[in-house]
């Protein structure tokens, strides 16, 4: 999974960026409006953390260009927590809202809701063929109730595939989804780590549709 922070405060955008890898996510950063907008507009996000004070051009208005063409979800970030603020964000397409300071752990539990309902899906466990359980809270995997050891990168993968089961997922996507600007990866790597998940987790788990990419079959779960 993606996410784009755009925060002007050197610190807390540092800070931010650092948590959210740890947590396994791709994270691309920018640290005013317009380059936020230009990256939320160019690439793929999951999700984007939007400040609302901003240099270039305020969060509000990064968001109302963005939803012109983009339903990414959006949570705003704020300093300030008044009732005017709060409705002008629901107005204005965001998804979500945080007034700083706020606390680490409740801002990862967001950006999870944001994906599961953004891929249609209420709970945060997804039951796939062959017993396979991903637990997307603790970013746990287990197999016939055993728990199985998975890398960063093939755990999104995973996820990625496993929110959007009964699709087919283009490599591409998944570069998209699991790689930040900050990677320079070779091309090959997307099957090298989806030969790790099957080693894993079986090989009928993920389907290769040749040509076209990556699928999770609907179906038994
Ligand atoms: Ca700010």
């Not at 950006?111 to 359980?133: K, T």
């Not at 809270?137 to 959007?164: D, G, K, N």
């Not at 987790?201 to 699928?215: A, E, K, M």
Request: hydrophobic fraction near 40%.
């Amino acid at each position: 999974m993606r996410i784009l922070v755009v925060e002007d405060e050197p610190r807390l955008l540092h800070n931010l960026t650092r948590a959210l890898r740890e947590e396994g996510y791709a994270v691309d950063n920018a640290s005013d409006g317009r380059e936020g907008l230009r990256k939320a507009q160019d690439a793929d996000y999951n999700v984007i953390l939007l400040d609302v004070m901003l240099p270039g051009l305020e969060g509000w208005e990064v968001l109302s260009e963005l939803r012109r063409s983009k339903p990414t979800p959006v949570l705003m970030l704020t300093a300030r927590d008044t009732t005017k603020d709060r409705i002008r964000g629901l107005d204005s397409g965001a998804d979500d809202y945080l007034v700083k300071p706020f606390d680490l752990s409740e801002l990862m539990a967001r950006i999870r809701a944001l994906i599961r309902r953004a891929a249609g899906s209420g709970s945060p466990i997804l039951e796939l063929p062959g017993l396979v359980r991903v637990d997307t809270r603790s970013r746990t995997v287990t197999r016939q109730e055993q728990t199985v050891l998975l890398t960063a990168r093939e755990y999104a993968i995973l996820e990625y595939l496993a929110l959007h089961r009964g699709e087919v997922v283009s490599r591409t996507a998944l570069y998209e989804h699991i790689l930040d600007e900050t990677d320079d990866t070779l091309s090959n790597l997307v099957d090298v780590h989806v030969f790790g998940i099957r080693k894993k987790l079986g090989h009928d788990l993920i389907v290769t549709r040749r040509g076209q990419g990556y699928c999770i079959p609907e179906g038994e779960s």
